[in-house]
C-alpha cells in the first residue's frame, strides 16, 4: 500500500491511497469467504460447499465489487497510520482507479486533528489579581441578612424610600403595552434600583388605592434597543404599602445566623467567606486568561467539525434558557436587545475559542504527561451519585463507558489548568 498525503488546509487532509496485488488478494478472499454463505452449489447444503466451487458460480461483478468495498475500509486506518493524521470523522472515500485483481487507487478525504505548536506556557505573563473582603462587602452582607430577618407591616401611609411595595403595572410605547413591561402583584421595595431611574422614585408620596402614570425615558444605553432612549408610560397600581422594620445589629441577630456569640463573630465569619469566594473568582479568571493568552501565542486551528459541535452545545443551552422561559430561541435573544444575526456570529466566534483552547489544553497535557488517574475518576463517579441519587437516569448514565471517558477527560483537563495556574502564578 502506498500512501500520498495532500493537506488541503489545516485541519482537513486528503489521502491517495494505491493498492497493489497483494492488497486485494486479501480482501477478494473475504469477500468470497463471505458471498459463499448465500451460495449454494448442487450436493451441498447452502453456504457449506467448498469456496473454490461456490466461487465458480458467483456473479463476478458481485464479488469484485465486495473485494474493493473490503479493501478500501479495512485499508483506510493504516493510511492514516501512515501518513499520521487522526481522523476526526469517518472519512469520504472516492474510488478512482480499480482493476480487479491487479490494482485499485482512493482518495479519502476528513477533517483531522491539526497539528499544535505550543507557545511558551511557563511564561504568560499574566498576573493573577489580588483578592480581599472589603468593610463594604462585609457591610452589603449583613444588610442583606437584616432584609432576610425584617418584619413587614401594611401602613396606612405614603410610601417612603425603603418600604416594600405591591403593584401592578403595564408599560406602554406609543400607547402599546411592550413585552415585559407588565406585571401584578409585583413586590418592590422602594430604593433597590431595580427599574430605571424614575420609576421608583415617581412611587414615593402615593398611597395605598391610588391609581397614577410615570413618564419615564429608558436610558440609552438600555439593553433592550427597542426601549434605549424611548419614551414611555408606566400605568400604576399602588395595592399595598408595608413598612419594613429591620433587626438592630447585635448579638440576637447574630446567633440567629449560627454559632455566633456577638456581631464582630459573625463579621469575622462574612469576611473569610468572601475572601474565600473572592479567590475562587480571581482563580478561575487567571486560569481563563491564561487559557486566552496560550492560545494566542501557539499555532493552533480549529476544525470546522468540532466547531459545529461547540455550536450544537451553546445553542441547546441558549434553547432551554427559552423554553424555560416560554419563548423561541429567536425571542430569547432578541429580549436581550440584540439581534440573532449578531449573536450567531458572536456564539461562532465563542465556539471557535472554545475548540482552539481545548486543543492546547490536550496537547499541554500529553506534552507534561498529565493525566487523571483511575482513583481520581472513581471518586468524581461516587460524588456524582451523590448528587444524582434520585434520578435513576443519570445514575444508569454513570455506568456507560463513555461516560466514564468524558469523566476522565475533564478532570484531565482540570489538573492540566491547575498546572498552568501554578507555574505561572509568581
Keep these: 500500500m502506498k500512501v500520498t498525503t495532500k493537506n488541503l488546509s489545516d485541519t ?23 458471498l459463499a454463505k448465500d451460495v449454494k452449489v448442487e450436493g451441498f447444503r447452502a453456504g457449506k460447499a467448498p469456496l473454490d466451487l461456490a466461487e465458480k458460480i458467483m456473479n463476478p461483478n458481485e464479488v469484485s465489487s465486495l473485494a474493493i468495498d473490503i479493501a478500501v475500509r479495512t485499508s483506510i486506518p493504516e493510511a492514516f497510520k501512515k501518513a ?12 478512482t482507479k480499480y482493476v480487479p485483481d491487479e490494482m485499485a487507487e482512493y482518495t479519502a478525504t476528513a477533517d483531522i486533528l491539526p497539528d499544535v505548536k505550543l507557545g511558551d506556557y511557563k511564561n504568560l505573563k499574566v498576573k493573577k489579581e489580588k483578592t480581599e473582603a472589603s468593610e463594604k462587602d462585609v457591610n452589603e452582607i449583613l444588610e442583606n441578612i437584616r432584609n432576610a430577618y425584617a418584619e413587614k407591616k401594611t401602613a396606612k401611609k405614603p410610601a417612603e424610600n425603603g418600604d416594600e411595595v405591591i403593584i401592578d403595572f403595564v408599560g406602554k410605547k406609543d400607547d402599546k403595552a411592550f413585552d415585559g ?103 478561575d479568571k487567571f486560569k481563563d486568561e491564561l487559557v486566552e493568552k496560550l492560545v494566542e501565542k501557539s499555532k493552533v486551528s480549529a476544525p470546522e467539525i468540532l466547531i459545529k459541535d461547540q455550536l450544537r452545545l451553546i445553542k441547546d443551552d ?73 434520578s435513576p437516569e443519570a445514575l444508569k448514565n454513570l455506568k456507560d463507558p463513555r461516560v466514564k471517558i468524558d469523566i476522565k477527560n475533564r478532570l484531565t483537563i482540570e489538573k492540566t489548568l491547575d498546572y498552568l495556574a501554578k507555574i505561572n502564578n509568581k
Aim: aromatic letters at 6%; a neutral charge; charged letters at 35%.
Design 318 to 390: 441558549f434553547e432551554r434558557n427559552a423554553k424555560n422561559r416560554g419563548q423561541s430561541l429567536e425571542d430569547y435573544i432578541k429580549s436581550g436587545g440584540e439581534t440573532f444575526e449578531k449573536w450567531e456570529k458572536e456564539i461562532e466566534k465563542i465556539a471557535e475559542k472554545r475548540v482552539k483552547a481545548s486543543l492546547v489544553l490536550q496537547v499541554l497535557a500529553m506534552q507534561e504527561k498529565i493525566s487523571a488517574s483511575d482513583e481520581d475518576v472513581d471518586a468524581k463517579i461516587a460524588e456524582l451519585k451523590d448528587v444524582y441519587q434520585k
Design 84 to 95: 499520521e493524521k487522526s481522523p476526526l470523522v469517518i472519512p469520504e472515500v472516492n474510488v
Design 181 to 283: 413591561g407588565t406585571a401584578k402583584d409585583y413586590h418592590l421595595t422602594l430604593g433597590s434600583n431595580q427599574f430605571i431611574p424614575g420609576f421608583e422614585e415617581g412611587i414615593i408620596g402615593h398611597s395605598s388605592g391610588d391609581k397614577f402614570d410615570l413618564n419615564l425615558t429608558f436610558p440609552k444605553d438600555y439593553f433592550n434597543k427597542d426601549l434605549a432612549g424611548k419614551k414611555t408610560v408606566f400605568e400604576v397600581l399602588l395595592k399595598q404599602v408595608n413598612e419594613i422594620k429591620k433587626p438592630e445589629l447585635d448579638a440576637e441577630l447574630a446567633k440567629k445566623c449560627g454559632p455566633f456569640k456577638s456581631i464582630d463573630e459573625l463579621k469575622k465569619d462574612i469576611k473569610k467567606n468572601v475572601e474565600a469566594q473572592n479567590e475562587a473568582k480571581a482563580t
Design 12 to 34: 482537513k487532509v486528503e489521502l491517495t491511497v494505491s493498492l497493489d496485488k497483494n492488497d486485494l488478494k486479501e480482501a477478494r478472499k473475504k469477500a468470497v469467504e463471505r
